[in-house]
C-alpha cells in the first residue's frame, strides 16, 4: 500500500462502510483485512491489541490505531490531501460545520437508526424476534430527527451545504439497511427532501462500490 493504510473488519459493518466510503472518496490504496479470516487463520497476538470492544472496526496507518470510524474518517480527511477535498470542508466555517453534523449524526440520528438496523434488517435474517415496542420507539425519535433535516434540505443541497462532505458520508451506512426494509423505507420516501437527498448520496460511485463488497461478503447474513 502506497500509504501504508489497513482497515479490519468486515463490509457488512457500518462502522467499517463508513471508513471505507471515506477511504475511496480520498482515493486512497489500502488493505482490507476482514476479521473473522483473520481471526481463523492468523491468531496472532497483534489481532488482540487491535480489536474494538464491538469487534467492528480497526484503523491502522502506521503506528496509529484508530477504532473509532467517525475519528478514523477525520483523521484520514486531515492527514491525505489526495480525492475529494470538500470531504471535510476547505475553510475553517465549512469544517464547523461538517463537525456539527458528525455530532449530530453520531448523538441524534445513530441511536434509534442503529436500533432500526438491527430490528429491521438484521434480526429477520439471523431468525431473532423483532421487538415491536423498540421499533416504534426508535421509528418515533428518528421520525423528528428526520423532521429536522427535511426542513434544513429544503435549502440546502446537502447537510453541510451545496458539497458532499463527511456530514452526509456518515449516513449512508445505516440509511441503506433502513430503506431495505418495506417500514424502514417509509421514513425517507415520506419526506420529499430527504428522500431527493438520499437518494443522491446512495448513488455515489464510492458507496456503490461498498455495497458490491457487502454483497460479496455479507458477514452476518453469510
Not at 503506528?63 to 474518517?73: E, H, L, P
Not at 421520525?143 to 449516513?171: P, R
Not at 455515489?204 to 458477514?219: A, I, L, N, S, Y
Request: proline content about 5%.
Amino acid at each position: 500500500m502506497a500509504a501504508g493504510l489497513q482497515v479490519f473488519g468486515q463490509p457488512a459493518s457500518t462502522d467499517v462502510a463508513r471508513v471505507l466510503t471515506c477511504l475511496f472518496e480520498k482515493d486512497l490504496e489500502f488493505e482490507l483485512v476482514r476479521i473473522d479470516t483473520f481471526k481463523r487463520e492468523h491468531k496472532l497476538p497483534e489481532f488482540i491489541k487491535l480489536r474494538d470492544p464491538n469487534g467492528q472496526v480497526t484503523f491502522k496507518h502506521g503506528d496509529k490505531t484508530i477504532v473509532d470510524s467517525r475519528a478514523i474518517c477525520r483523521y484520514v480527511c486531515t492527514q491525505f490531501p489526495e480525492g475529494n477535498k470538500t470531504l471535510y470542508g476547505t475553510g475553517s466555517l465549512e469544517r464547523a460545520s461538517i463537525e456539527q453534523w458528525l455530532q449530530a449524526e453520531a448523538q441524534n440520528f445513530s441511536p434509534p437508526s442503529s436500533a432500526l438496523v438491527f430490528h429491521l434488517a438484521f434480526a429477520p435474517h439471523l431468525n431473532i424476534p423483532q421487538d415491536h415496542a423498540v421499533i416504534a420507539e426508535n421509528e418515533k425519535k428518528l421520525q423528528q430527527v428526520l423532521n429536522v433535516y427535511d426542513e434544513i434540505l429544503s435549502k440546502n443541497e446537502y447537510l453541510a451545504g451545496d458539497e458532499f462532505s463527511l456530514a452526509d458520508l456518515s449516513h449512508l451506512p445505516n440509511s441503506h439497511y433502513i430503506v431495505s426494509s418495506e417500514r424502514g423505507r417509509k421514513l425517507f420516501t415520506g419526506r420529499k427532501n430527504v428522500a431527493r437527498w438520499y437518494d443522491q448520496i446512495s448513488k455515489r460511485e464510492t458507496w456503490k462500490q461498498v455495497v458490491k463488497m457487502q454483497r460479496e461478503h455479507p458477514g452476518a447474513f453469510e
